[in-house]
């Protein structure tokens, strides 16, 4: 059934399909509005969850890893400064190898204050063993969700879904709901191989040593490191089991494409347009702009951006002659992450070949700048003809 | 006007509804062939008596810039006194709509280069038995009499679904009763 919604309404929606037992949430602008409908739901009984009001973002990431730890499928969301005060716990609850999804409306972090779209709160959060994947509208918020709580239950690593603030959380658009006959079919009920039990107390992810012991069964335990290697190792074989979650979620649904990357007019282009997120539809627009003018160009959004698919990636950009990398966020003292994330894909498949494309990376959006469609159109035809800069060039800059 | 490609930017104060009228224009434009809809409020600044503005694009197929209207083809202004305090026809391409809730008679006004549309759809709205300042259905009406973009009918079926615990009857006489009685001029 299609419907017109907001983004958040989206995610609401694909969170009840999904049968959460327990919600925990602190209210942050752009994300409030998601969580509100989730209570609301709980109230007029339409999702049979426990929803359990907290004090803070620690909180709820704290309650849903205990939540989890007991067996239950949970859901918590936030936004900017609220993501950067769970990060203990976001950090914790992957070295615990839970499967929590937990939406990231995308907000820029203080200081100053701004309530407004950047990525800059999901990207620091980019090195704290999640998977993140990006969404570029309703459709995929939606649709993301869903396969999230697969994804995450099969690979017990926890799953931010980011969508970009006000963006999409805020702005209506129409989206297919899915049936709920046909999300039970795609994900079973949530059966962990441990769940805490009162009557069988355990310790959970106390200290751990820096060498492996054996445990009071007479078992060799796992040291600090190889938990930590496990989670590296698992989260990049996650990549085959995203491949497994969307041929799934096409089986039962009818739609889907390629898990990793999001391609557009990408197979014969000279240039390409790298983005996470909404601006990547925004740069279709330039990029049919671009096109009429004779300019071979194409853009790809990138969907999974931990773990990095940088197969798939570097084999889709090689040979262009330019990669240009639109960020909203940029490490700071150097540039845009995912900008060197590309370089390094590139590199290691690439080095060597003399198919190595110039990357170009723009800043733009910051704070929610508004980023005109004129303005991205010229900034992706400049760097075109040839480099604009070393240094990120951000767009729209008025200094 | 390209009927392809169609932007409506809508000017109104913080509570009087403004987003709720474009969510249903956007439905009924959805259901009458027009599969690429976007609607985007004013970011982070809604406050209730504020002025807001809300953007509504409709297009014949999926829409990927969601970049605020630039260049309307239509600006709707719930409240005339916006008149005074927002730059209401910034960007509005030449001939395009102005639909105005306004209390004064049409030739009061005089907006060279667009086809203006007047209807006093705040006393309207109460005459259909609405509260007063309750505008956001009746407005819609005055939009399809100026533009004639989708049908009465779809909008009106929008209006009994978005309005069908809020006195879906009284809103809907406000729209056909604001459709009636907008008056349009070159």
Redesign the interface.
Known sequence: MQIIEDGNTAAALGVRLCRPQVIAAYPITPQTPLTEKLSEYVEEGSLAAEYIPVESEHSALAVCIAASSAGSRVFTATSANGLLYMHEQIQWAAGARLPIVMCVVNRAVGAPWNIWNDQQDSISQRDTGWIQIYCADHQQIIDTVIKAYWLAEKVSIPIMVCYDGYILSHTFMPFDLPQQKKVDAFLPPFKPDYALNPDEPANLNTVTLPDVRVDVHGELAHGYMEIRYLLQKDTRLALQEAAQAEKRFAEVFGRGGDPYIEPYLCDDAEYIAVGLGSITYQLRVCVDELRREGIKVGVMGVRYYRPFPDKVIAGALKGKKAVIVFEKAISYGYEGALASDLKSALYEYLAGTGSLPVIQNYIAGIGGREIRTDNLTKALKAATKGRVAQEPVWIGLKL | MNKDYIEIRWHGRGGQGAITAA?IV??AA?VSGY?G?????T??TERRGAPVTTSLKIARSK??????I?TPDIVVILDYLLLNEAQVTTGLKPGGIIVLNTPMAFEFYNFKDYKLATADVTAISVEAGLPHGMVNSGIIGALEKAANLLSMESLIKGIKEEFRTREPQKNVLAAQLAFERTVTGG
């Open positions: 969510k956007a439905g959805f599969p809809v976007v609607m985007a409020p970011f982070g829409i990927y810039d969601l970049s605020p630039e």
